[in-house]
């Protein structure tokens, strides 16, 4: 018990002290919807450390004789941010550097240098953006970028955060278009579990030793932005290798056939109609740019075995008539058959819909004025009207469904094409056919006969950046010994009202009675795990009898498996009416995780677990009755959404009892925790506020923090609050402990 306690002061310590907790004249506390919100964004203030420096840097940006920025004049500069709301202002230290492919990113006017940058916060945040981009407007469109972004985030597309906001540069004050990266963060705020993004691949574009820009667009691929992310575990590197294999054949695809098939990319085949959907609506929007290879971005979703289209750099006309600006008509419309029809166009005409655009376009500005409502009317009127012109076209050109080849030799072929082009060019590369993994480490082919060896750090710098060795190397073929079919999936339907999918591993064993309503689930290995996907589970009763005979020592490979789940039992997409769960002896991560889900749950039962009992993100849930006992780390967590639990019971959780998370708000009637060494933890933009809360033999009863740099502090609310530990919370954080304000 004591070294618990100790441990715990330690931890407390060790949080409060990291760079989170950045300078701010305020309590977040007192703010906390406020700091997500962009109108309430007055300026930022970047001050550079060492100017001379920076302006000699500027200037020779603008007297370089190549007709884009040279890459090795993208220097880091560290800086101070000064964020500047309209109720305080927060101070930062960061790294700044010039942005943009060309010499537009850097000019002077009224006699001031402006430049588009990219920002690297080391403490703090921005709506959550810990990397950020400044452009001078123009290089974007200025007001088409920020309507256009909005419009696709509405209809479901991702696309990163982006408003207008003023810049005071050292001594240069001008207006700038902030855009948040595409990295974990951002997949954080669309409630997307962090996996591999990819770009495409520009080392080749941009004048590589001495080639004109473009010249080796033939042979330009794919690479992962987010290697990291490959470094957490095998499970990862699985996930990576397996989706990356499927994009660098779109690439092949694409480059083999280039210039005629410049547009041309479905790295799902066509699965579903979603990057259909996408590339309709860009074009619609005159945003073709954002569909050239390398300037495209992808997020992989391994919980749908899908690629997701990530917005990015559309040079977007939205007031303007249809126009085609890259190859011929029928060339840019070989996406479609001529049954296709756009997914969201009764949504994209909807008047509610189109208020919610307009009511976040006046956020996103500095100053909406009639010119600014005239130039929003007149898009939303050009882009329907091109949507239908677009259907139009389709229909009248009559193109033919596209067919996709999967087999070895289609693929073998692209393959030895793309080495005969890479010859042509004289491109000095090593070209990887085939990567086997053996152990922890991977024999990478560079022909039949001639393998190197790789760890998984080697292999990510070449996902990353096609380099080891300070030579140039690209995958083009992976993921050779992996094949392996460990899971099944089959369509599942449990009424009339949903048709979904349930995915388990080989393991599992499960038995329905559609008339007791009852699902007995049964593990036949530790790991096995049951995956729901879009299922009504109303009046449903789940059973989950799992084996957990590992000692409890031994620790998880990696929090989630090479389908990317954490749960045993798992749920995506789900729709919950008077369903009871009971859940014995969990293995995994989670025993149970409810993910994009809605609803109103009766009770959960969960018995033994290794690790969490019920963990829940990006829902919104009601719980009657919770009852959780025994688990390694946390007994509830839940993060991103909003939650309601009636009455729970939690007791043996090793770390915390409740744990709130990452823009969640949790109301509680009556909450009654024992044995655990956290009775609540509150963070990360997160409220709660709890009726009536009784913890006993606790080392810390309530916490309330900031835990991750692109949050902050939280707010713990009690009506009646019983406990005798102590209680802690951060300077950006609250607890009240006798709130009588629902």
């Known amino acids: 018990m004591f070294l618990r306690i100790l441990v715990t002061i330690i931890i ?23 700091l997500n919100d962009p109108s309430y964004l007055k300026s930022i203030n970047i001050k550079v450390n060492k100017k001379k420096s920076f302006y000699k840097n500027f200037y020779q940006i603008m007297v370089s004789k190549s007709e884009n920025i040279p890459p090795n004049l993208k220097k880091n500069f560290r800086s101070k941010v000064i964020v500047n709301y309209k109720f305080g ?34 403490e703090g945040n921005i709506l959550n953006a810990v990397k950020f981009k400044l452009f001078i407007p123009e290089t974007r469109n200025h007001y088409n970028e920020i309507l256009g972004t909005i419009i696709l985030n509405k209809l479901g597309f991702l696309a990163p955060e982006t408003f207008e906001v003023d810049l005071i540069l050292n001594n240069s004050n001008y207006k700038t278009i902030f855009q948040e990266d595409t990295t974990k963060e951002f997949l954080e705020r669309n409630k997307k579990r962090e996996g591999p993004i990819f770009e495409g691949d520009e080392s080749l574009i941009w004048s590589y030793k001495n080639k004109d820009n473009f010249e080796l667009e033939n042979v330009s691929l794919s690479r992962l932005t987010n290697y990291k992310w490959f470094l957490k575990g095998e499970n990862s590197e699985e996930i990576v290798l397996r989706s990356f294999n499927k994009l660098q054949k779109s690439y092949l695809n694409y480059a083999n056939n280039f210039p005629k098939s410049s547009l041309l990319m479905l790295p799902n085949n066509k699965d579903d109609q979603f990057f259909q959907d ?64 756009f997914s969201k166009m009764d949504l994209l005409k909807d008047n509610r819909f189109k208020k919610e655009i307009l009511d976040d376009f006046k956020k996103k500005v500095i100053d909406f004025d009639k010119a600014l409502e005239l130039f929003y009317t007149k898009s939303i009127q050009h882009i329907i009207k091109n949507t239908d012109e677009l259907h139009g076209l389709i229909n009248d050109i009559r193109t033919t469904e596209l067919k996709f080849k999967n087999n070895d030799q289609f693929k073998k072929k692209l393959i030895d094409n793309y080495i ?9 590369q090593k070209n990887i056919i085939s990567l086997i993994k053996d152990k922890k480490i991977y024999e990478a082919y560079l022909e039949p006969n001639k393998k190197i060896i790789l760890t998984p750090n080697d292999l990510s710098l070449i996902l990353q950046g096609n380099i080891f060795e300070n030579k140039r190397y690209v995958i083009l073929n992976s993921f050779n010994n992996f ?33 007791k309503k009852i699902i007995d689930i049964k593990q036949n290995n530790p790991s096995d795990w049951i995956f729901f996907k879009n299922i009504n589970f109303s009046n449903w009763l789940i059973n989950f009898n799992g084996k957990l005979n590992i000692p409890n020592d031994v620790k998880l490979s990696q929090r989630l498996n090479s389908n990317g789940l954490t749960g045993c039992l ?72 909003n939650y309601k639990i009636v009455s729970a019971n939690l007791s043996g959780c090793n770390d915390k009892a409740l744990s709130i998370g990452e823009v969640s ?23 709660s506020l709890i009726k009536n809360f009784k913890a006993t033999t606790v080392n810390v009863c309530v916490e309330a923090l900031q835990k991750k740099q692109e949050f902050g502090g939280a707010i713990a609310n009690f009506e009646v609050l019983k406990c005798d530990g102590f209680s802690n919370n951060d300077k950006n954080s609250l607890i009240n402990k006798n709130y009588n304000e629902l």
């Open 89 to 122: 202002k927060c101070k930062y230290k960061a790294n700044v550097r010039q942005l943009g492919d060309w010499k537009d990113h850097v000019k002077i006017a009224n006699g001031q240098p402006y430049r588009s940058l990219k920002v690297n916060l080391k």
């Open 665 to 687: 708000e949790l109301n509680g009637n009556k909450i009654e925790v024992n044995n655990s060494n956290i009775g609540i933890s509150v963070k990360d933009y997160s409220k």
């Open 483 to 515: 094949n392996e079919k460990t899971f099944y999936t089959e369509d599942f339907q449990l009424d009339n009202l949903s048709k979904g999918k349930i995915i388990y591993s080989k393991g599992i064993s499960f038995d329905i009675d559609r008339i």
């Open 278 to 341: 996408y590339y309709f609506i860009l074009t619609a929007m005159n945003a073709s740019h954002a569909l050239r290879p390398h300037n495209r971005k992808f997020y992989y979703n391994s919980f749908t075995d899908k690629f997701e289209p990530i917005y990015y750099d559309g040079d977007l006309k939205l007031d303007s008539p249809l126009w085609f600006r890259f190859g011929s008509i029928e060339d840019d419309l070989k996406f479609f058959d001529n049954k296709f029809s």
């Open 420 to 428: 005969s082009r890479i010859e042509n060019h004289e491109v000095i």
């Open 570 to 641: 798992n749920f995506l997409n789900s729709f919950f009416e008077n369903t009871s769960i009971k859940f014995y002896n969990g293995r995994c991560e989670d025993s149970v995780n409810i993910i994009k889900s809605n609803g109103s749950i009766k009770s959960i039962n969960i018995y033994n677990s290794f690790s969490d009992g019920l963990d829940i993100d990006f829902s919104n849930i009601t719980i009657d009755e919770l009852f959780v006992k025994k688990s390694g780390n946390d007994c509830l967590d839940v993060s991103g959404g």
């Open 12 to 34: 407390i310590f060790s949080t409060l002290s990291k760079s989170v907790l950045a300078n701010c004249d305020f309590n977040h506390f007192d703010f906390l919807e406020e």
